[in-house]
């Protein structure tokens, strides 16, 4: 009988551990969450107070939503150890932006202290998942030559009422060289901030502006796998590659650096964004200033710069397309660069560029007006075209897409338009 009583306070002090061992430290006190039933948009401000926030504590999300596919079996999305964007923090309080990027959510808010962490509640957030169409944005900067107001707007694609996204301020009245990294649902763009080209990105899902801590920017450039890279100026003739990850991480190339020719002075690269042709070069393209452009191409395998032959021309934009070629009875589409060439008359060509000879190719479609910015829309083998921003005679622009598939023009809806820039982003 007292073996069996041992037997039992053992197993009550055995219980007593693990319940200790389960329970969460205290790290703050008097806690106030958002009321009960709110529910946050991706990106509002949600503050929460408490007692005792330390100026060293960290605080993370852990995100949940339910899967569609399986409601009986009630399994559950997540993600874990997601970083907050915080706005204040405080001994009393702390303030974050609602979190983005996932479907409608229940967000857990955690806080770390050495290790420690304290769960200090829950919030509700609405959907911010990217829409699962690629949409079109327009850029009125301080290069627009308009007196609308700057601003980036979403275009409608089958009717002619764009909406506003955000109106630029004062200091980013000049947001170009706009790009997009597919699925980040994120612009960025090259501010001039004190004199300083740096780069920054809007965020589409929780509509706040990122300064991803990259300087003396000349321009970006869309690469084939979808990612970012940044032309860095490092010395009065020689520029540097630098990654632009939409996770606000970066990556510096040492061994991707580049002496630029006397007559390519790196402040006539920044007209335009670049386009990565191929798995080993960089379209870039050079203003000269006198109505003629160069192509500029940054190899990427042997480290070289090739400058063509200097082009008679009011614009040069590099742009991506997708091409096919048959092999053994089959066709594979693999993305390539050209240029958009706006001759002296105004007549705008489309031309390949090709790597091989490092020259650019017959044109392959023309358009009477001259173009500004061209972006391409690329969702299947089906639906691949090149949407173009074309200057017009009375004032005003239009946009028109060219049809790769059925090698034809087609006109977006509307006219009129402030653009200097558009740009696809999802």
């Keep these: 009988m007292k073996k069996i009583y041992l037997f039992l306070l053992f197993g009550l002090l055995l219980a007593a551990c693990v319940k200790d061992d389960d329970k969460q430290p205290i790290l703050v006190t008097d806690i106030v969450m958002p009321a009960a039933g709110t529910v946050f948009n991706p990106g509002d401000k949600v503050t929460i107070k408490a007692q005792g926030f330390q100026t060293d504590d960290d605080v993370m999300f852990e995100i949940y939503w339910p899967l569609p596919d399986e409601p009986a079996l009630n399994y559950q999305g997540y993600a874990r150890g997601v970083l907050p964007v915080m706005l204040e923090q405080t001994a009393t309080s702390i303030t974050f932006l609602a979190p ?54 979403h275009i409608d694609l089958a009717q002619a009422n764009p909406t506003d996204i955000v109106e630029l301020a004062e200091d980013q009245k000049d947001f170009s060289c706009v790009v997009n990294t597919p699925e980040s ?16 990105c809007y965020d589409l899902s929780m509509r706040y502006w990122q300064n991803m801590r990259l300087q003396n920017i000349l321009t970006l450039c869309s690469n084939i796998d979808n990612s970012i890279t940044a032309v860095e100026q490092i010395s009065p003739n020689e520029v540097m590659l630098v990654s632009v990850a939409t996770s606000y ?86 993305r390539t660069g050209g240029y958009a060439i706006v001759k002296t008359d105004g007549q705008t060509e489309l031309r390949l560029w090709d790597q091989a000879t490092m020259t650019l190719k017959e044109p392959f479609a023309t358009f009477p007006n001259p ?10 083998t089906e639906t691949l075209r090149l949407y173009v921003l074309f200057d017009t005679n009375r004032g005003g622009r239009l946009i028109y897409a060219y049809d790769l598939v059925s090698k034809a023009w087609q006109s977006v809806p509307g006219i009129g338009y402030p653009y200097s820039e558009i740009v696809m982003a999802r």
Excluded: W
Excluded at 371 to 380: C, F, G, H, V, Y
């Design 100 to 153: 983005g990027h996932y479907p409608a959510s229940t967000t857990k808010i955690l806080l770390r202290r050495a290790g420690d962490i304290m769960t200090l509640g829950e919030i509700a957030v609405s959907n911010g998942q990217a829409p699962e169409e690629f949409q079109l944005y327009g850029i009125t900067n301080s290069h627009s030559d308009t007196g609308y107001k700057n601003c980036i707007q």
């Design 185 to 200: 649902q994120r612009l960025c763009g090259i501010q001039t901030k004190d004199g300083i080209r740096k780069v920054y």
């Design 249 to 334: 991480t970066r990556d510096y190339f040492p061994d991707y650096r580049y002496e630029l020719p006397a007559n390519i002075k790196p402040e006539a690269l920044t007209r335009y964004p670049g386009v990565q042709s191929s798995a080993s070069q960089l379209l870039l393209s050079a203003d000269n200033g006198n109505n003629s452009f160069t192509p500029v191409v940054l190899d990427l395998q042997s480290r070289k710069v090739h400058v063509g032959e200097q082009i008679q021309a009011t614009a040069l934009i590099p742009f991506q397309t997708i091409t096919d070629k048959k092999d053994n009875g089959t066709t594979e589409y693999v």
């Design 371 to 380: 173009a500004r910015s061209i972006t391409m829309l690329a969702e299947d």
